[in-house]
């Protein structure tokens, strides 16, 4: 089944770029059907949506952070990423890569695992 | 802006007990959208349910999800030991702040 793993620093400096990377196994990323997500939890919080990224290249920001993220797709590694710009302790988060599906229903599933991220001198 | 509501903040129930879980809309919405996720500490959220009232592959069937309009419910019939945790439910790119089940 299809399996999601992010990757990254733990640690990034306040103003500069956090960068994650999530790996898709068993199963294509280039397959289509589905959207490729990130989502974020702030410690002892709730979930929040970052954006979303097809195969093709197209993507959708959640609004209040669309100024500052980018993610990009790689088929060819089956890998997708996050950047998130100019970064303050209020990013300090874990992040989870996850596969959305929009079409009929919507749902993520699965998700990875999850990567703390601190955003601290 | 759909705002997703989720009621109680926090339900202290025994194992063997039901459990009664809300989500309220902030508006009408199409129930195709509306799915539900456990979480447990230190674990990535698991989806339950999706389509208001799908189960997901592998979930037991003590759960069960139901709703329409602006109110959704889900369901557990009889808790289990492995039960106790945060539930969201979600919308689109919306969750609801969450509602943590916890060992009376």
């Known amino acids: 089944q299809v399996q999601l793993q992010e990757s990254g620093p733990g640690l990034v400096k306040p103003s500069q770029t956090l960068s994650l990377t999530c790996t898709v196994s068993g199963g294509s990323i280039s397959s289509g059907g589905y959207y490729w997500s990130w989502i974020r939890q702030h410690p002892g919080k709730g979930l929040e949506w970052i954006g979303y990224i097809y195969y093709s290249g197209s993507t959708y920001y959640n609004p209040s952070l669309k100024s500052r993220v980018t993610i990009s797709v790689d088929t060819s590694k089956n890998q997708f990423s996050l950047k998130l710009s100019s970064v303050t302790a209020a990013d300090t988060a874990v992040y989870y890569c996850?596969?959305?599906?929009?079409?009929?229903?919507?749902?993520?599933?699965?998700w990875g695992q999850g990567t703390l991220v601190t955003v601290s001198s | 802006e759909i705002v997703l509501t989720q009621s109680p903040g926090t339900l202290s129930l025994s194992p063997g007990e039901r459990a009664t879980l809300s989500c309220r809309a902030s508006q009408s919405v199409s129930s195709s959208y509306l799915a539900w996720y456990q979480q447990k500490p230190g674990q990535a959220p698991r989806l339950l349910i999706y389509?208001?009232?799908s189960r997901a592959t592998g979930i037991p069937d003590r759960f069960s999800g139901s709703g329409s309009g602006t109110d959704f419910t889900l369901t557990i019939s009889r808790l289990e030991p492995e039960d106790f945790a945060v539930y969201y439910c979600?919308?689109?790119?919306?969750f609801g702040q969450g509602t943590r089940l916890e060992i009376k």
């Open positions: 996850a596969r959305e599906r929009t079409t009929v229903t919507h749902w993520f599933d699965p």
């Open positions: 979600q919308l689109a790119i919306t």
């Open positions: 389509g208001a009232s």
